[in-house]
Every structure is written in structure tokens, then in C-alpha cells.
């Protein structure tokens, strides 16, 4: 993540086997004669070519999200060590993200640019997960209506090793647990966008994204230009973003830009799943991915972020501070929010 900031500037089944029934016991069925001239052939309905049907996944599919499976996927980002952009480390981060979205039924999209840092031209990469409900690929790009996002980069440090367990690692492991949980539904999974934003951490320092030399956010600013330019950004009714959500005591700090309707959303879905007390308000505004895809792309987007954390952006972010329970809570919070705004 991201940084808070303190100017209000930023607008931000079981069926009974038949008995053995002797054949001179059974009635003999009975058949209705139905005259042929009932319904004639000049009467019937066009033929229409069925649709393979897509099977229908579990209601409470938010049941289904594993926090152990998602802190195994956070545990092997945390593996690789430091991830920054432009090095390396990230390139196998975004391997291992690649494999668990293909492994679980997603195709993958590499979105690749370079964009100009405080630390000259520094080439990155979304990855963009879509789910095909019928298998056919390519994946159609024009179902979906809800992004789920999170960065997987973590920031850069040279006096510390920075692993970013919760920073980074926590939101895309977990990200990874909802993918395959969502294809357990492929009509859901199919109105779902999940995007891994690469450059979400400043080189140097946060600015406006809107600055003339913006630092940080490069992913999805980048990532929400071209929604909009592309015309995809009218398809989408909201985004949920993860950032920072791994902290044993977790308490969601929302920002004041928080979307005033989604968010009534979460907290009823946190509410209707006893989880309502891990949910309170930041007094100040926190500059995060969602920003661009609000502002630029028009796409009301919450960040649920744990900003209420010691170990951000310190040597101590590591996976002893990450709890399985929090990751659980996130994934099945939004879950419920998606089944219910998104339906079966
Ligand atoms: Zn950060």
C-alpha cells in the first residue's frame, strides 16, 4: 500500500431403488393418446440450439473460502523474498500467480507498459484473470461486471529486506483462494475481473495520480486509462479492492472516499456473517488503487484495507504477523457481497 493522507484534496441428495417387483404385479402404464392435429407443426416453436448448461455453483459459495489455502499462496509470495517492480523477484511472483489463476480454470492477461519513475523508464505488468463459463477460449472480456483487485508488488528498501507478507503478499494470496473458489461457480466467476496490480508502491513518494510526474499507483492508473479509453469501464458496477489484509487483529480502516453504496453493501454482508466488528472508518483519506479506477475509470470502488497495522512498511511485515482467520474473513465477506449483488 498506499499512504494516507491528511488533506481532504483527494477525492477518494437420496431416491428408493425400485423393489423387485414381479412382473405380473406391475400396473401396466398408463399412456394418453393425444390427438395429433392438438398441436400442429405450423404451431410449434422455432428450434433453438441449446446452450451447454453451465453448472450451477454452491449458494453459500462464501462458505467455501479456505484461509489456509489462501496463506499457502501468501506463504510461497512471501518465498520469493523481495518483489519490487522491474526486478527479477517479481517476474517469478507473477509465475506463481499465473499458474494458481490457469490451475483453477482462469485464462490470464499479461498487461504490459512502461511508464517514467522518479527512477527513470521502469517496465511493469497487470495480470488480468477472466473466467470462460462454457470452457470455450478465448475467455469473453464483455460478461464482466466487478473487478476484485489487489497489487502484488512490494515496495522497494535498501537499508531493510522487505518481504511484505501483508503488504503485497496477504491480498494477492488471497485473491489466488478466491479465484479457485469462484470457479467452484462459472456464471459467477464470469462477471468477475480479477486484476494484479504491478507498481502500486511509490519509487520515491505517493503523489496525486493526477500529478503531472505521479509516483505510485502505475498498475491501476494504467489499468483504469484503459477501461476507460477502451469503453469496457460502462460495463462494471463496482470494484473491491484488498490491500493489507493479512494482520492477525484485523480491523478494516475504510477511507472517507469510500463509495457510500457499496460499502453499506460490505458491511451488510460483515453483519450478516458476525464479522461486523472488524469494520471502522479511517479519519483520513488513504490513497490506494481504487483511486484511479474511480476517478478515471467511473467505477465506485471500496478499498478494504487494514491501514491499522505496526509492521507497514518495516522488516517485521513477514508471515508470523499474517493470520489465516483474517484472510478467511475477507474472502468470505466479499464473497457474500458478490453472490449478492451479482446473484447466481
Ligand atoms: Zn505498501
Known amino acids: ?92 511472483a507473477r509465475t506463481l500467480i499465473e499458474d494458481g489463476l490457469r490451475r483453477t480454470g482462469w485464462e490470464v492477461e499479461r498487461q504490459i507498459f512502461t511508464n517514467e519513475t522518479p527512477r527513470g523508464p521502469v517496465k511493469f505488468t497487470n495480470l488480468i484473470g477472466r473466467f470462460s463459463p462454457t470452457g470455450k477460449s478465448p475467455a469473453p472480456r464483455d460478461t464482466q461486471r466487478a473487478i476484485v483487485c489487489s497489487h502484488y508488488d512490494t515496495k522497494r528498501f535498501s537499508t531493510i529486506r522487505f518481504v511484505g507478507a501483508s503488504d503485497g503478499a496477504s491480498s494477492t494470496g488471497a485473491l489466488l483462494e478466491l479465484a479457485r473458489v469462484l470457479a467452484l461457480d462459472p456464471a459467477l466467476a464470469a462477471k468477475i475481473e480479477l486484476v494484479f496490480f504491478d507498481g502500486e508502491e511509490a519509487f520515491v513518494g505517493f503523489t496525486d495520480p493526477d500529478d503531472p510526474k505521479p509516483d505510485g499507483l502505475f498498475g491501476s492508473r494504467y489499468y483504469a486509462r484503459n477501461l476507460r479509453e477502451s469503453g469496457r469501464a460502462a460495463q462494471f458496477k463496482f470494484g473491491i479492492l484488498w490491500d493489507m489484509i493479512g494482520d492477525r487483529d484485523l480491523t478494516i480502516t475504510l477511507s472517507p472516499d469510500s463509495p457510500a453504496d457499496l460499502t453499506r453493501e460490505v458491511l451488510a454482508s460483515a453483519a450478516a456473517l458476525s464479522l461486523g466488528q472488524h469494520f471502522g472508518r479511517h479519519e483520513s483519506l488513504i490513497l490506494d488503487d481504487h483511486v484511479p479506477l474511480t476517478r478515471t475509470a467511473r467505477i465506485p470502488t471500496i478499498d478494504l484495507i487494514d491501514f491499522d497495522y505496526p509492521a507497514w512498511h518495516t522488516a517485521d511485515d513477514k508471515l508470523d504477523r499474517i493470520a489465516p482467520e483474517s484472510l478467511q474473513k475477507i474472502g468470505a465477506v466479499t464473497l457474500h457481497q458478490l453472490r449478492k449483488a451479482l446473484g447466481k
Open 1 to 92: 500500500m498506499a499512504v494516507a493522507l491528511a488533506a481532504a484534496g483527494l477525492a477518494l441428495a437420496g431416491c428408493k431403488k425400485d423393489a423387485e417387483t414381479p412382473a405380473a404385479a406391475r400396473p401396466e402404464p398408463v399412456t394418453k393418446i393425444v390427438p395429433a392435429q392438438a398441436t400442429p407443426a405450423n404451431t410449434l416453436p422455432p428450434t433453438k440450439p441449446v446452450a451447454r448448461p453451465i453448472a450451477a455453483g454452491p449458494l453459500e459459495i462464501w462458505k467455501e473460502f479456505s484461509g489456509e489455502r489462501a496463506f499457502e499462496e501468501v506463504g510461497r509470495q512471501v518465498e520469493v523474498g523481495p518483489r519490487p517492480s522491474g526486478t527479477p523477484e517479481i517476474e517469478k
